[in-house]
């Protein structure tokens, strides 16, 4: 199994639900997020268009975060998922340096955090906290090894980017166009 988040951001409005999901599910203290509404605008006036899309951790395949962790609190469970172990994490903040999408803070109490994906609630057969609360459902979440999971169809079928791919660590969260 491989999970990956799929966000459309033909449906995305910016509302900022899924980044106060994840304040409340995840006791994120406040004036930090685990994710995050970009607003991207290109072309020229009368072409003019406008991206929204909530970002957060991409739980790459192939994450510097996991390699530069000196204590190896930065991990990677089943599934893909990128962890930080609190109690082994001694808050030097390399993970954050070495990531390409700034999708890390330092606690207040030493600790690097981030977006798990909601480790938590996948263990009981739930959703991310994000995922489960958007009002527009453009938030998508599932196994991407699994051909039949609504993740692979829309990626089969739809067009798609990632964020740095240029970065080449592999991120599993993808933006539909």
């Given amino acids: 199994m491989r999970y990956a988040m799929v966000i459309d ?7 900022s639900d ?14 930090y997020c685990r994710d995050w509404i970009t607003e991207t605008v290109s072309g020229t006036y009368p072409n003019i268009v406008l991206e929204l899309k909530s970002e957060r951790c991409n739980h ?3 994450a510097p975060c996991v390699r530069c962790c000196p204590t190896g609190a930065s ?9 930080v172990t609190h109690n082994e994490c001694i808050g030097c903040g390399a993970c ?3 990531c390409p999408y700034d999708a890390r803070y330092q606690h207040p109490e030493g600790y690097v955090d981030k977006c798990t994906f909601c480790h938590h609630r996948l263990e009981k057969g739930q959703l991310p906290a994000c995922v489960s609360v958007c009002p527009t459902k453009c938030m998508y ?11 692979s169809k829309l990626l089969k079928n739809r067009k798609w980017k ?4 240029e970065a080449g660590t592999k991120p599993n969260v993808y933006y539909l166009i």
């Fill in 9 to 15: 951001t033909l449906k995305c409005v910016g509302c």
């Fill in 18 to 31: 899924c980044v106060v999901a994840c304040q409340t599910e995840n006791d994120v203290p406040i004036g």
């Fill in 60 to 62: 790459c395949d192939n």
């Fill in 75 to 83: 991990h990677i469970v089943d599934g893909g998922i990128v962890l």
């Fill in 96 to 98: 954050i340096e070495s």
């Fill in 141 to 151: 979440f599932g196994d991407l090894d699994n051909p039949n999971s609504e993740v």
């Fill in 162 to 165: 990632t964020l740095a791919p």
